[in-house]
């Protein structure tokens, strides 16, 4: 493996799980690029004041935030995130509201949420998908732990676009047709809007929701 392609790599790998004082330096760019993307996945859980929030994947924490002002000092925000190094940023981070009990954070995966059955209202998972081996487990997970009128909102790259990255075209991603999530998210048991945010990556928010969304609003 050249160098080039060596570095590639590397940043693959931290972009599925930053670690380390790289992946601080990662997390943050992340915020940047994504901010907008993930406040329209906080916008589109519906949440409301008082309700139960939750991001998995969290990375930098800008989603961690944001459900925190959504649902308000009488809300509970979960955070769930697979590395150490950003449970311990967003532990320092948010430590006064850590303290409340208003926010939750937790070593976990997509595939093993710990989270109670019934007990979310509103979930983003943003960038997180292209890291994931079993869709199914994922899926099912999610579909878990909502509550009945609850919302997951998850968002992914148009593959088509991603897969011009080189980067992205590293083993450590693994990209699948939209169908392909919209079907698997069905299969779960779950109804599916499908949105596109207006930049020039095509980003889709898949609105997931155990009742049909129109229902839901």
Same mark, same amino acid.
């Given at each position: 493996?050249? +160098? ?9 790998? =931290? ?5 380390? +004082? ?10 940047? @690029? $994504? /901010? ?9 859980? /519906?949440?409301?004041? *008082? =309700? ?21 000092? #009488? ?11 950003? +449970?311990?940023? @967003?532990?320092? $981070? ?15 995966? +997509? ?15 943003? $960038? ?14 999610? @579909? ?10 998850? *968002? ?9 990255? @080189? ?16 079907? #698997?998210?069905?299969?779960? *048991?779950?109804?599916? =809007? ?24």
């Amino acid at each position: 493996m050249g +160098l080039r392609d060596a570095l590639r790599a590397g940043l693959a790998r =931290q972009l599925s799980r930053p670690e380390g +004082l790289r992946g601080r330096i990662v997390a943050r760019g992340l915020n940047r @690029a $994504n /901010g907008v993307a993930i406040a329209a996945a906080v916008e589109a859980t /519906g949440l409301r004041p *008082g =309700q139960v929030g939750a991001d998995v994947g969290f990375g930098g924490g800008i989603g961690l935030a944001l459900l925190l002002d959504r649902v308000g000092a #009488g809300g509970t925000v979960h955070g769930v995130e697979l590395s150490d190094t950003m +449970l311990a940023a @967003a532990r320092r $981070n948010q430590r006064r509201v850590l303290a409340t009990g208003r926010l939750r954070l937790t070593k976990g995966t +997509l595939g093993d949420l710990p989270l109670p059955d019934g007990a979310v209202d509103g979930l983003i998972t943003l $960038n997180t998908l292209y890291f994931v081996d079993d869709l199914t487990a994922a899926f099912r997970e999610i @579909a878990r732990v909502l509550s009945g009128d609850g919302r997951a909102v998850i *968002g992914v790259g148009d593959p088509d676009w991603m897969a011009k990255d @080189a980067v992205v075209s590293t083993p450590v991603f693994r990209l699948r047709p939209l169908a392909e999530l919209v079907a #698997g998210l069905g299969a779960a *048991g779950l109804d599916v =809007q499908e949105r596109e945010l207006d930049d020039a990556r095509g980003f889709r928010l898949l609105i997931a929701s155990r009742k049909p969304i129109e229902a839901a609003e």
